[in-house]
């Protein structure tokens, strides 16, 4: 069997939407970041689910950079162009993520310069906008920049507001706050889980139904214009882009099987909910984070396969990006290929590590008991 | 596309900033981990708990410092992308693939394991927590080996080619990047720099204790710890330096001379070991270049070329061009560097007209002159001249406190061993104000690194000025002085937060 640089190009593109997928559902610790005072009504409460998102949180932050990481290295035009273009729109989500990071250890050190309440809100923001600002991000791939690409492959951002102007366009910021509903569900389930103080978990469910139900009409109409507005799509031979009505619509019908398993995804994920607030399960996280893995991975990967167009240009459509005229060489991906394979290794170990720690459920008394807490 | 002087001048000086900032914290991580490591085998071994307490002390100081770390890491990765568009295109086909595999093999390993090392005590066996630590260690250093790889292609590229369809260069040769001289010889030489300087924190701390007359037998076990893998770590960092001395030597002949501020090439070069720069020297005057020096005769040659004899090319050389030492001129480079672009774009061109025995023919005349692609974006030969005293100032500055350090490690060992330490004041104030030699150290190392192979983002392929994203200047301005107010704002938290832990100590911890 013969690999071609296409099948390399698919193979990065499916990677970087199941890296993308993971980071989303890695999301229900910025989500938990936003409950805090929804959930934890004294200190000792909000400490217990802060200590409990505190082994999980630099997950989220690696697989972010990792996301980073294997768009530059697969697809560097795409880095080029989004980052150094939509400067504003990165910027704003690199300082919501900056500052999550010294804020889990510095917020109970004595002599922390701010005080404990500042360095909660630094979490509030990167649970809330961090979030929000990604899932706008992730939205223009849909929606598509004001970007142009000149021969030598040098790109130019059009607008001023250098990507602050994606949200003006409803469907950028429905995404966004899909996002952030999305997060406060898994974190909830997440807590309901993992936590084990009877007063924090009868608050759960309630937050759950909340963002549930304004997680729910945002995913309908983002799925909806997803499937029936104009799309992008480029001939594979002559590379030129024209548009196609309903073009997800008609990538879902000519791929059916693509179509099965992001409806399982989303059934998985409703199903998760429905067990946790009818059923009382606890172990509905582990079904609405497969559901979310799967459903993101799809909402992703349908942008790299059958022509699609990953990231359009809304001044010049010639200008798009695809997986094939942004992608590294054929030696580079053939290379980290090979590297990939370690990526099942380190979901291994990962998994491995995580039910060690989680094997007991946390407790207030353990917390107070461990010097090294957060 | 050329870029207004302005703009590239805020997006380096945004790079610059968020690197010193972000370097202030990696080195004490790589060290440190490997500290703690030490510490908590001797604890498995012995089962002395005395151990286990000294080990989660400096867990505890790891923390603050780790996490910051993280803070101001993030951001150099991305900003390849949003200030170096252009730089990620042109070489992201390279420079791509060692960021992906840091994160792959190292960071996933550090951030994985770094919480069973804080949270995990009651959790795993001692084996397993042991193990945990170590891998923290590992894979803060093995992140390290990915990074500085990159940043060794960028000084010294290798292992591509330059592909005119795309117009940028690919990876042809992943072994060549991975085994090359200079990247290994960065390698080597920052991460061991990382041990010294934790080395020096420790001892530092530890002199506090002492000074005070607190903590004693904790501060002495730490010591002891501290000084020996100093002193080992030391020293290799001086023949790890001396290798990349010399990689600078054979790829980076601007550079060297930047740095030892030798604007006339010779045989037999001296170093100048302490020297004052004459501030109105020029390229190519006649003025000598130092108000006032102290040399060490043959002493350049032999560290960069490993013969004392060797010639050493001066500033004046590599811009004029020696025909006795077969140095071409920059402005001969700069003619063959235009003709090449030209020729790029003729093909270019000859192409998208289906033009095709043209477009072969320009091809052919690119190919002739592709080696000084870069040289064909420079406007003044002088351009190719980095800043001599910024380079000469933070070289000699990182030189002169390097050989500081190791004869410190000596005197705290020796006094250690015969049980003499906490009764040499002198010595424990020395350890002490030393800690912030070891910062301003690494600082002066990245600067020399970074500042001495201006104007180059990759060397002789791609200067500064063609690498920056199209942003406008404004814009950078803005996130460099959000930066700024950022990242002081969480130093000084930071500062003042270890300064807390360390007045608490390791007893009440």
Same mark, same amino acid.
């Given at each position: 069997?013969?690999?071609?640089?296409?099948?390399?190009?698919?193979?990065?593109?499916?990677?970087?939407?199941?890296?993308?997928?993971?980071? #989303?559902?890695?999301?229900?610790?910025?989500?938990?970041?936003?409950?805090?005072?929804?959930?934890?009504?004294?200190?000792?409460?909000?400490?217990?689910?802060?200590?409990?998102?505190?082994?999980?949180?630099?997950?989220?932050?690696?697989?972010?950079?990792?996301?980073?990481?294997?768009?530059?290295?697969?697809?560097?035009?795409?880095?080029?162009?989004?980052?150094?273009?939509?400067?504003?729109?990165?910027?704003?989500?690199?300082?919501?993520?900056?500052?999550?990071?010294?804020?889990?250890?510095?917020?109970?050190?004595?002599?922390?310069?701010?005080?404990?309440?500042?360095?909660?809100?630094?979490?509030?923001?990167?649970?809330?906008?961090?979030?929000?600002?990604?899932?706008?991000?992730?939205?223009?791939?849909?929606?598509?920049?004001?970007?142009?690409?000149?021969?030598?492959?040098?790109?130019?951002?059009?607008?001023?507001?250098?990507?602050?102007?994606?949200?003006?366009?409803?469907?950028?910021?429905?995404?966004?706050?899909?996002?952030?509903?999305?997060?406060?569900?898994?974190?909830?389930?997440?807590?309901?889980?993992?936590?084990?103080?009877?007063?924090?978990?009868?608050?759960?469910?309630?937050?759950?139904?909340?963002?549930?139900?304004?997680?729910?009409?945002?995913?309908?109409?983002?799925?909806?214009?997803?499937?029936?507005?104009?799309?992008?799509?480029?001939?594979?031979?002559?590379?030129?882009?024209?548009?196609?009505?309903?073009?997800?619509?008609?990538?879902?019908?000519?791929?059916?099987?693509?179509?099965?398993?992001?409806?399982?995804?989303?059934?998985?994920l409703l199903y998760g909910v429905y067990k946790a607030l009818f059923k009382n399960s606890q172990k509905a996280i582990f079904l609405t984070s497969f559901g979310t893995v799967l459903t993101v991975t799809i909402v992703l990967f349908i942008l790299g396969v059958h022509n699609s167009v990953f990231y359009p240009?809304?001044?010049?459509?010639? $200008?798009?990006?695809?997986?094939?005229?942004?992608?590294?060489?054929?030696?580079?991906?053939?290379?980290?290929?090979?590297?990939?394979?370690?990526?099942?290794?380190?979901?291994?170990?990962?998994?491995?590590?995580?039910?060690?720690?989680?094997?007991?459920?946390?407790?207030?008394?353990?917390?107070? &008991?461990?010097?090294?807490?957060? | 596309?050329?870029?207004?002087?302005?703009?590239?001048?805020?997006?380096?000086?945004?790079?610059?900033?968020?690197?010193?900032?972000?370097?202030?914290?990696?080195?004490?991580?790589?060290?440190?981990?490997?500290?703690?490591?030490?510490?908590?085998?001797?604890?498995?071994?012995?089962?002395?708990?005395?151990?286990?307490?000294?080990?989660?002390?400096?867990?505890?100081?790891?923390?603050?410092?780790?996490?910051?770390?993280?803070?101001? =890491?993030?951001?150099?990765?991305?900003?390849?992308?949003?200030?170096?568009?252009?730089? &990620?295109?042109?070489?992201?086909?390279?420079?791509?693939?060692?960021?992906?595999?840091?994160?792959?093999?190292?960071?996933?390993?550090?951030?994985?394991?770094?919480?069973?090392?804080?949270?995990?005590?009651?959790?795993?066996?001692?084996?397993?927590?042991?193990?945990?630590?170590?891998?923290?260690?590992?894979?803060?250093?093995?992140?390290?080996?990915?990074?500085?790889?990159?940043?060794?292609?960028?000084?010294?590229? #290798?292992?591509?080619?330059?592909?005119?369809?795309?117009?940028?260069?690919?990876?042809?040769?992943?072994?060549?990047?991975?085994?090359?001289?200079?990247? #290994?010889?960065?390698?080597?030489?920052?991460?061991?720099?990382?041990?010294?300087?934790?080395?020096?924190?420790?001892?530092?701390?530890?002199?506090?204790?002492?000074?005070?007359?607190?903590?004693?037998?904790?501060?002495?076990? $730490?010591?002891? #710890?501290?000084? $020996?893998?100093?002193?080992?770590?030391?020293?290799?960092?001086?023949?790890?330096?001396?290798?990349?001395?010399?990689?600078?030597?054979?790829?980076?002949?601007?550079?060297?001379?930047?740095?030892?501020?030798?604007?006339?090439?010779?045989?037999?070069?001296?170093?100048?070991?302490?020297?004052?720069?004459?501030?109105?020297?020029?390229?190519?005057?006649?003025?000598?270049?130092?108000?006032?020096?102290?040399?060490?005769? $043959?002493?350049?040659?032999?560290?960069?070329?490993?013969?004392?004899?060797?010639?050493?090319?001066?500033?004046?050389?590599?811009?004029?061009?020696?025909?006795?030492?077969?140095?071409?001129?920059?402005?001969?480079?700069?003619?063959?560097?235009?003709?090449?672009?030209?020729?790029?774009?003729?093909?270019?061109?000859?192409?998208?007209?289906?033009?095709?025995?043209?477009?072969?023919?320009?091809?052919?005349?690119?190919?002739?002159?592709?080696?000084?692609?870069?040289?064909?974006?420079?406007?003044?030969?002088?351009?190719?001249?980095?800043?001599?005293?910024?380079?000469?100032?933070?070289?000699?500055?990182?030189? =002169?406190?390097?050989?500081?350090?190791?004869?410190?490690?000596?005197?705290?060992?020796?006094?250690?061993?015969?049980?003499?330490?906490?009764?040499?004041?002198?010595?424990?104030?020395? &350890?002490?104000?030393?800690?912030?030699?070891?910062?301003?150290?690494?600082?002066?190392?990245?600067?020399?690194?970074?500042?001495?192979?201006?104007?180059?983002?990759?060397?002789?392929?791609?200067?500064?000025?063609?690498?920056?994203?199209?942003?406008?200047?404004? &814009?950078?301005?803005?996130?460099?002085?959000?930066?700024?107010?950022?990242?002081?704002?969480?130093?000084?938290?930071?500062?003042?937060?270890?300064?807390?832990?360390?007045?608490?100590?390791?007893?009440?911890?």
């Amino acid at each position: 069997m013969n690999i071609t640089l296409l099948d390399l190009q698919t193979y990065w593109w499916l990677l970087v939407s199941v890296i993308g997928a993971l980071f #989303v559902f890695m999301t229900f610790v910025q989500g938990g970041q936003t409950l805090l005072y929804t959930l934890g009504r004294t200190e000792d409460e909000r400490d217990l689910l802060i200590n409990s998102l505190g082994r999980k949180w630099e997950l989220t932050f690696t697989t972010l950079v990792m996301f980073g990481g294997a768009l530059f290295a697969a697809f560097p035009l795409f880095y080029a162009v989004s980052f150094g273009g939509a400067y504003f729109v990165w910027m704003a989500i690199l300082f919501c993520f900056i500052i999550q990071a010294v804020a889990y250890e510095y917020r109970k050190k004595p002599d922390n310069l701010y005080g404990e309440k500042f360095y909660e809100r630094l979490l509030y923001i990167n649970g809330s906008l961090g979030i929000f600002l990604i899932g706008v991000a992730l939205a223009t791939l849909f929606s598509g920049g004001n970007f142009i690409v000149n021969s030598m492959h040098y790109s130019m951002w059009t607008k001023p507001t250098y990507g602050l102007e994606a949200l003006a366009n409803p469907f950028n910021v429905a995404f966004g706050l899909m996002l952030v509903f999305l997060s406060r569900v898994q974190a909830a389930l997440y807590f309901f889980n993992s936590v084990n103080e009877a007063s924090i978990i009868k608050r759960v469910k309630n937050v759950v139904k909340i963002n549930f139900l304004l997680f729910l009409p945002l995913f309908l109409y983002v799925v909806a214009v997803i499937l029936f507005s104009d799309g992008l799509i480029y001939d594979p031979v002559t590379k030129v882009v024209s548009v196609e009505s309903m073009k997800f619509l008609h990538l879902f019908l000519d791929l059916p099987f693509l179509l099965v398993l992001f409806l399982i995804g989303v059934l998985t994920l409703l199903y998760g909910v429905y067990k946790a607030l009818f059923k009382n399960s606890q172990k509905a996280i582990f079904l609405t984070s497969f559901g979310t893995v799967l459903t993101v991975t799809i909402v992703l990967f349908i942008l790299g396969v059958h022509n699609s167009v990953f990231y359009p240009s809304l001044v010049d459509i010639q $200008s798009s990006l695809t997986i094939q005229n942004s992608s590294g060489s054929f030696y580079t991906l053939s290379v980290m290929s090979v590297v990939s394979l370690l990526v099942p290794v380190v979901l291994a170990y990962v998994f491995v590590v995580w039910r060690a720690m989680d094997a007991k459920k946390i407790t207030i008394d353990e917390i107070k &008991s461990d010097p090294h807490h957060y | 596309m050329e870029h207004s002087d302005l703009l590239v001048d805020w997006s380096r000086a945004q790079f610059a900033l968020t690197a010193l900032y972000h370097w202030l914290f990696v080195p004490l991580t790589l060290g440190l981990t490997f500290i703690i490591a030490i510490m908590e085998t001797i604890y498995v071994k012995t089962g002395d708990e005395k151990w286990k307490t000294i080990t989660k002390y400096w867990m505890g100081l790891l923390a603050i410092n780790f996490a910051i770390g993280l803070a101001t =890491g993030i951001i150099m990765e991305f900003e390849f992308g949003t200030n170096w568009s252009n730089y &990620s295109w042109i070489v992201g086909d390279i420079f791509g693939a060692p960021l992906a595999i840091e994160g792959l093999m190292a960071f996933f390993m550090e951030s994985t394991f770094f919480a069973v090392m804080f949270f995990g005590w009651d959790k795993v066996s001692k084996k397993m927590h042991l193990t945990s630590t170590w891998l923290v260690a590992i894979g803060s250093n093995l992140s390290a080996l990915w990074i500085l790889l990159a940043n060794g292609w960028m000084q010294h590229p #290798v292992g591509m080619h330059f592909n005119p369809d795309t117009a940028r260069n690919e990876m042809q040769d992943f072994s060549a990047i991975f085994f090359n001289p200079t990247g #290994v010889s960065k390698f080597l030489h920052t991460i061991s720099s990382g041990y010294v300087l934790a080395s020096l924190f420790v001892i530092g701390i530890s002199a506090w204790y002492l000074l005070k007359k607190r903590e004693i037998q904790f501060a002495r076990r $730490s010591i002891l #710890v501290a000084a $020996s893998f100093g002193l080992i770590t030391s020293l290799f960092m001086l023949t790890t330096g001396d290798e990349a001395a010399h990689q600078v030597a054979l790829t980076q002949p601007m550079k060297l001379a930047a740095m030892e501020g030798l604007y006339k090439g010779e045989e037999r070069a001296g170093i100048v070991a302490i020297g004052l720069l004459d501030t109105s020297k020029e390229i190519g005057d006649t003025l000598e270049p130092f108000v006032f020096s102290f040399e060490i005769p $043959s002493a350049l040659s032999f560290l960069g070329y490993h013969n004392f004899n060797a010639f050493v090319p001066g500033i004046d050389d590599l811009v004029y061009g020696n025909k006795k030492h077969n140095i071409m001129s920059v402005s001969e480079k700069m003619t063959q560097g235009k003709i090449a672009l030209h020729a790029l774009k003729l093909y270019k061109e000859y192409k998208k007209q289906n033009n095709m025995p043209q477009a072969a023919e320009a091809l052919k005349l690119f190919e002739a002159h592709e080696k000084y692609m870069g040289y064909g974006y420079l406007k003044n030969a002088k351009d190719a001249v980095p800043s001599v005293a910024l380079s000469f100032y933070s070289f000699h500055t990182m030189v =002169g406190l390097g050989t500081w350090f190791i004869l410190l490690f000596i005197l705290v060992l020796y006094f250690t061993m015969i049980n003499e330490m906490h009764n040499k004041k002198w010595l424990l104030y020395l &350890s002490l104000f030393t800690i912030p030699l070891g910062y301003v150290a690494q600082e002066c190392g990245w600067i020399t690194a970074e500042a001495g192979r201006q104007p180059w983002a990759i060397q002789d392929l791609l200067p500064v000025g063609m690498a920056t994203s199209n942003v406008a200047t404004t &814009s950078v301005m803005i996130t460099f002085w959000l930066f700024a107010i950022l990242f002081t704002g969480l130093l000084i938290a930071e500062v003042k937060i270890m300064l807390k832990q360390i007045k608490i100590g390791p007893e009440e911890h």
